[in-house]
């Protein structure tokens, strides 16, 4: 999934998205493209597609090749518009839903440089940024590859709109890829040699996503900290990176507190508890199956919990583990507070090379895609009863600092002896 972002608007990000897309279907690779820009939605308009069904219908186990709108003359090309001003839905969220396999996703994203773009940006795995070779729209696009970085989100490169060439100022200024530059036709599509630039441009990312250069080296196993689920430990070779945070999703009946209760045991915990008192979280601790530590537990009542939660997490030391059980009840708050919260948390867990977890329970509360934008890592417990009995996989759906391990991690939460254990 590549977002298409410019923080100028003007800068053709609807034409590349479509261009893009079609270059890639002439590559072979199918490709759908999605606009996220609610509040400007042009895409249906380029493509000639209409204005329904939008972005909103996307849920869990929709199709959404079925949902989306063939274009003319590119039938691998799938569009789905942008959601309406008055639709409620979680954008980042929704994104996240889409099964990619073997279709490249393109997502256009608003212009501008507010909260609108985070959303997209975050749900991508990658993104091209583009601009017109005017210093206007240049001095946005280094706004836009400056986001993109604060978020850790991949700079695929940069494609100039609007020119015949590539200003020579522009690939020395620029540290990202530059991806080419599309002449200003009319039509913008169909004329050839725009149809070469974009072809071209979709030739470099192709080739960037068959043979990616290596990831950066992550710290050896001695430099990160090991969690005490070994299964997980062996994943990430040894342990999450020293600042990490980490948001577990599990269903409320899923046992996922044993893992929580694991977490305690490699060192010095600070257990936030939203919901259960604190000699209730101690007296579950105390009589789990799972290995444990002795945490120190603190309950945040619900006058007002994000500030409690934040002075406590100010006086959280060097190399501890942070734990925040559920975190559903904070996401329910103003969102700008929350993200104020995840702010002071992200920073403060970097400071004292920490890890902090986030419980997720599942009831998606709205802020659920704050917790997912913010987490440097998202792990998804999920449980299945078969003919063997419960079973039990840890799914790692994002590492922003790691490769993703491309396996289920099996674990048996049945019993302490195999706690942990890989199958």
Excluded: W
């Amino acid at each position: 999934m590549i977002a298409i972002a410019g923080a100028k608007g003007g800068c053709g990000k609807t034409t590349a998205t479509l261009g893009l897309a079609q270059a890639f279907a002439r590559a072979g690779t199918p490709a759908l493209a999605v606009d996220a820009d609610r509040q400007l939605p042009n895409l249906h308009v380029t493509a000639d597609v209409d204005r329904e069904p939008t972005a909103a219908a996307l849920d869990e186990g929709t199709d959404v090749t079925a949902l989306a709108q063939q274009t003319a003359g590119s039938p691998s090309v799938g569009v789905l518009p942008a959601p309406k001003p008055s639709d409620t839905v979680d954008l980042g969220t929704a994104l996240g839903t889409i099964e990619q396999d073997s279709t490249a996703v393109f997502v256009d994203c608003p212009s501008g440089a507010g909260p609108d773009i985070v959303e997209p940006l975050s749900a991508a795995d990658g993104v091209v940024v583009v601009s017109t070779p005017t210093e206007r729209s240049l001095t946005a696009a280094e706004t836009t590859v400056d986001i993109a970085r604060r978020l850790e989100v991949p700079v695929e490169g940069l494609l100039l709109n609007q020119c015949d060439s590539v200003p020579a100022d522009v690939k020395s200024d620029f540290d990202v890829p530059v991806l080419g530059a599309v002449p200003e036709r009319e039509p913008p599509l169909a004329a050839e040699d725009a149809r070469t630039a974009f072809d071209r441009a979709a030739a470099h990312l192709l080739d960037a996503a068959t043979d990616p250069e290596p990831v950066a080296t992550a710290p050896d196993a001695e430099n990160r900290l090991p969690t005490g689920i070994d299964a997980l430990d062996r994943a990430f070779g040894g342990g999450f990176q020293p600042g990490t945070v980490v948001a577990l999703t599990a269903a409320p009946e899923s046992q996922s507190e044993l893992l929580l209760h694991e977490l305690t045991t490699e060192r010095g915990t600070l257990y936030l508890s939203t919901e259960r008192s604190e000699d209730t979280v101690r007296y579950a601790i105390e009589e789990s199956m799972a290995s444990a530590g002795s945490p120190t537990v603190r309950h945040l009542d619900a006058g007002n919990p994000l500030v409690k939660a934040e002075e406590l997490i100010g006086n959280l030391p060097e190399g501890a583990n942070l734990i925040v059980d559920p975190v559903d009840a904070l996401e329910r708050g103003d969102r700008s507070d929350y993200v104020s919260f995840l702010n002071t948390l992200v920073e403060h867990t970097r400071v004292t090379d920490s890890i902090a977890v986030l419980h997720c329970l599942d009831s998606a509360p709205a802020n659920r895609s704050a917790t997912a934008q913010f987490a440097d890592v998202v792990v998804d417990l999920e449980s299945e009863v078969g003919d063997g009995g419960l079973r039990h996989e840890l799914r790692v759906s994002k590492s922003r600092r790691d490769g993703l391990p491309t396996d289920p991690i099996g674990i048996d939460l049945t019993t302490e002896a195999t706690l942990g254990r890989s199958e």
